[in-house]
């Protein structure tokens, strides 16, 4: 135990910060209390006007720094900024007969979206051929919302007949080029596949629709007291098949482990038509091979996930956030190794975030940082327990040990549920902000702890060296670069914020990011998937022979090669 001469001061700076910190919600990027953290509805211009009417409310030193318009310029299209991927000519052009065809098996306006024998403006397809980071843009001229599985799968039976290209598609948030077109694919979009099917109160298992929003399920099974055992930054946006399908980590795996534990059953739709119905509920069913595995982290590229039966966990009643500052990473991990010694059970989220990363949250956004001064590090940590007094005593002595043997510098604990709020807006803000002045180059890496932040330092070491980023001036394409991630999970998120997409900043960080993951044994894509952004450097984490093997599958399943294309493997 630390001497108690050094423990209550240390603690009293805890709760005096934590008073001080009180950030009107105003400074917010998103309404805490909003029902739907919608961070990004369509169309985007009008999000981003949005939050930039919310954020410039702030007082002027807080105001966010100004962005070029990004809501105005148009994005390249995919197959200009990338001129060596060619159309597969096997796959057919939509044809009106086609358009004819789907218009009768969907048998409903609001089922399509028609550029083919319509005259439907370019605009109308911007939500669906252009991503979430403004890096990709398809040419997508049809666009289908089925309603039910039976609908799924008679537009993929014909789609495979007839040799048309399809790319699945939910909320459209996913972070590596995977969710749109990168020609003119139709895009299958499930948002009309909204309703939750069966929820259990006693096992906890929620079957529903895999177009349902994340943040709607969670709330649903929240009505019950339980959890959806995965929570992200797009949750108001992003949708439950799709977090299957990208295999989703977020910010609580640490605590509820990943989808490929968590799934007990899928119902898929397969190129040909035929509906996989794995819907099982059971924990345990030792009956040949798992194949609802495949299709998690699939990315749409062997079927069409239409409903997921998922395990929910008990809801906690007592959650704990607080927020440190840290004066450097070998403290982080020693910070890290405390939460797991002290906290064990009741530690549901350690989430790192570096000054530069706050930074730009706080220019970005405008909002007030939790503490005074600037630490090199900074973490979040969330505990969820059953008992308050018994969380709040745990909590409370390791926040004694880690101040009063100086790891932790100086941190604020959440007394509100606003003040919770605000403490993750500094972390799953940081998203966001990275897009402030342009486009960002996003890494999403596993590696080992002891070496995850180096990379960080040296990419702003590369950067500093090559004569390509500076702070300031709008000459130089980067802005800065940013380091994050989910600590608990060995996940560092490295970004690259730059005031424009730039080929010399993507020939300095690829394939150089992937050859330092390489050298030490992690994984190129530790949460975000393949996509269209990473197909090219699968070999850096895999090896041949999955590779080939992982082909196989694909040949199995989409012989035609009609799921997803261009993208994956
Ligand atoms: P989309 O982007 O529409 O699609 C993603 C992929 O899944 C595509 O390849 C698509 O073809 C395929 N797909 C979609 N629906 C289906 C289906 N029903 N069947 C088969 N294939 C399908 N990801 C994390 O892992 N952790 C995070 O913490 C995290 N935080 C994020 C924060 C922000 C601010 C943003 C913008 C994104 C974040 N993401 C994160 C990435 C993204 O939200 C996830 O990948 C999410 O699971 C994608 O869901 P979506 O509905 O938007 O899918
Ligand atoms: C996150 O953890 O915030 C997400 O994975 C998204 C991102 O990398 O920006
Ligand atoms: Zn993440």
């Known amino acids: 135990m630390p001497p108690l001469h050094r423990t209550i001061p240390a603690l009293r700076r805890l709760r005096l910060a934590n008073t001080a910190f009180q950030q009107p919600a105003h400074l917010r990027l998103r309404p805490a209390t909003a029902p739907l953290r919608c961070l990004h509805v369509t169309p985007r211009a009008q999000e981003q006007e949005k939050a930039e009417s919310t954020t410039s409310a702030s007082s002027a030193d807080h105001a966010p720094q100004d962005a070029p318009d990004r809501a105005q310029s148009k994005i390249k299209y ?35 979206l028609d550029g083919v024998t319509k005259e439907t403006g370019e605009e109308d397809f911007e939500q669906y051929n252009s991503d979430w980071m403004r890096k990709y843009r398809g040419q997508c001229r049809l666009v289908l919302k089925p309603e039910t599985t039976e609908q799924v799968s008679g537009v993929l039976k014909y789609c495979n007949e007839q040799c048309l290209a399809v790319v699945p598609q939910g909320g459209n948030s996913g972070l590596v080029g995977g969710s749109v077109p990168v020609f003119d694919e139709i895009v299958i979009n499930l948002s009309r596949m909204n309703k939750v099917r069966s929820f259990d109160d006693v096992s906890g298992v929620l079957v529903a629709d895999s177009g349902v929003i994340l943040q709607q399920a969670d709330e649903y099974v929240g009505e019950h007291n339980h959890i959806f055992p995965l929570d992200l930054g797009a949750k108001g946006t992003c949708q439950i098949g799709a977090n299957v399908a990208t295999n989703a980590g977020g910010l609580r795996l640490l605590r509820y482990g990943s989808m490929h534990g968590n799934i007990l059953g899928l119902e898929c ?23 609802k ?14 409903a997921i039966s998922i395990l929910c966990p008990q809801r906690s009643s007592a959650v704990n956030v607080a927020y440190f500052g840290l004066q ?30 706050q930074q730009l949250y706080h220019q970005a956004s405008g909002a007030k940082l939790p503490l005074e001064g600037e630490h090199p590090f900074y973490c979040l940590i969330e505990t969820s327990g059953s008992n308050t007094e018994h969380d709040s005593e745990k909590l409370n002595a390791f926040l004694e040990h880690v101040m009063s043997e100086e790891i932790v510098a ?22 966001e902000a990275g897009q402030h002045w342009g486009g960002v180059y996003k890494y999403d890496l596993s590696l080992p702890l002891p070496e995850l932040y180096s990379l960080v330092e040296d990419t702003r070491k590369m950067f500093e060296g090559n004569g390509l980023m500076h702070p300031e001036d709008e000459k130089f394409p980067v802005k800065d670069v940013v380091g994050y991630g989910h600590m608990g999970d060995s996940n560092l998120h490295l970004n690259v914020a730059t005031r424009r997409y730039d080929k010399d900043v993507e020939k300095a960080l690829e394939p150089w990011v992937y050859e330092w993951v390489s050298k030490r044994q992690g994984s190129i894509s530790a949460e975000h998937g393949l996509g269209l952004a990473k197909k090219g450097f699968i070999g850096y984490s895999r090896s041949e022979t999955m590779i080939k093997l992982m082909g ?18």
């Open 78 to 112: 995919t197959s200009d900024s990338y001129p060596d991927l060619k159309r597969d000519s096997r796959f057919k052009k939509v044809s009106k007969e086609d358009v004819e065809h789907f218009k009768n098996l969907l048998g409903s306006e609001a089922a399509i």
């Open 410 to 431: 100086d941190g604020v604990v959440a007394e509100s549920e606003t003040q919770l709020q605000s403490l993750w807006a500094c972390r799953e803000g940081i998203s």
């Open 552 to 569: 196989k599958i694909k040949e199995t399943f989409d012989p035609n090669g009609i799921m997803n294309p261009y993208k994956y493997i």
């Open 293 to 306: 595995q495949l299709f998690i982290g699939g990315e749409g590229t062997i079927g069409i996930i239409t």
């Open 269 to 291: 739709v397969l190129p040909d038509g035929t509906v996989m119905d794995d819907l099982s509920k059971l924990r345990k069913n030792n009956t040949g091979y798992d194949l």
């Open 328 to 357: 450097s990473y070998e403290k982080v991990m020693d910070a890290f190794k405390e939460a797991k010694k002290q906290l064990g059970e009741i530690l549901s989220a350690f989430e790192l975030m570096d000054a530069q990363s």
